[in-house]
């Protein structure tokens, strides 16, 4: 985990991120780069039609106004938390910063540029409205090959004391255990939490709660009856009820079509978790 890419634009749900990145960064000394997505201009099809210079010279300006507000936030956060800005290569105990901006489309930029990072750390909208920022937090989990930290809307006062692992036995939740070992090995406590009838053919949860102990993980293992309640629900409650402050789960096991037709685990998570998640693909 040492080294953080947080897309910034500046809004709240970015800034979640970015206090989620600082929480990340200052356990494991990490390099934290802001990202700012500067949108090409326009093209429009058709015969004969022209956009006006003065559209896209006020476009551009726009856009660098959104830029430059971004990095004064971003490098306001780094200065009250005393985070330096130093270039990647250079190597230390504590955390640092650096800032880039791109051009092209976010998803596609967050989904390619971020497969350099150990982690990329995502604020993802939770309404309709905000479908561009859902694009690129599924970007990022299915084109970067990294892990991604969706941020809840309010920041924890802690990261990573008291984890649950959602298990269900799939291929996606045992990468993302392998790829969040840092942080369940830094935990004080795993909770290996399995739903019943929200498995795929697998291992169990008491086998995986086993290898995590043989990693010098303080892990347990849970298996609740979801009753009335969805899988993804059952999940939450139980996050919540032992107060966990990050849950790690895969990343759609169902395909996104499927989920977006019935519904599904990961679907429901991204739209209503309380607490920071940790997922990979």
């Known amino acids: 985990m040492r080294t953080l890419l947080v897309p910034f634009h500046g809004s709240d749900a970015t800034q979640s991120a970015l206090e989620m990145a600082h929480l990340v960064a200052t356990r494991f000394g990490s390099y934290i780069e802001g990202l700012f997505v500067l949108q090409p201009p326009p093209i429009i099809a058709g015969e004969g039609i022209t956009i006006p210079g003065e559209y896209l010279t006020q476009l551009a300006e726009e856009g660098r106004r959104l830029a430059d507000g971004a990095r004064e936030r971003f490098e306001k956060f780094m200065k009250e938390r005393h985070v330096p800005f130093r ?112 498995t795929v053919p697998g ?18 293992t849970e298996i609740v ?10 999940i939450l409650e139980e996050t919540d009820r032992v107060g966990a402050d990050l849950l790690l789960k895969g990343a759609f096991t169902h395909s996104r079509l499927r989920q977006m037709i019935f519904g599904g685990a990961t679907q429901h998570i991204l739209s209503v978790s309380k607490v920071p998640v940790f997922m990979a693909h």
Not at 112 to 128: K, M
Not at 140 to 152: K, N
Request: aromatic share 4%; glycine share 10%; with cysteine.
């Open 87 to 198: 270039d990647i290569t250079i190597v230390g105990d504590n955390a640092t910063a650096g800032w880039r901006e791109l051009e092209g489309l976010e998803s596609q930029v967050v989904g390619e540029y971020g497969r350099l990072f150990d982690l990329i750390v995502v604020g993802c909208a939770t309404q309709q409205s905000a479908a561009d920022r859902n694009a690129m937090c599924e970007a990022a989990l299915f084109e970067s090959g990294r892990p991604v930290m969706v941020a809840a809307d309010k920041a924890p006062a802690t990261l990573g004391k008291t984890i649950v692992v959602a298990w269900n036995g799939s291929t996606e939740t045992a990468r993302t255990i392998a790829l969040g070992m840092p942080l369940l090995q830094a935990a004080e406590k795993v909770v290996v939490l399995t739903v019943q009838g929200g």
């Open 203 to 220: 291992p169990d949860a008491e086998q995986v709660t086993r290898h995590l102990v043989h990693n010098d993980i303080n892990a347990q």
């Open 225 to 234: 009856e979801p009753g009335p309640r969805t899988s993804g629900e059952a």
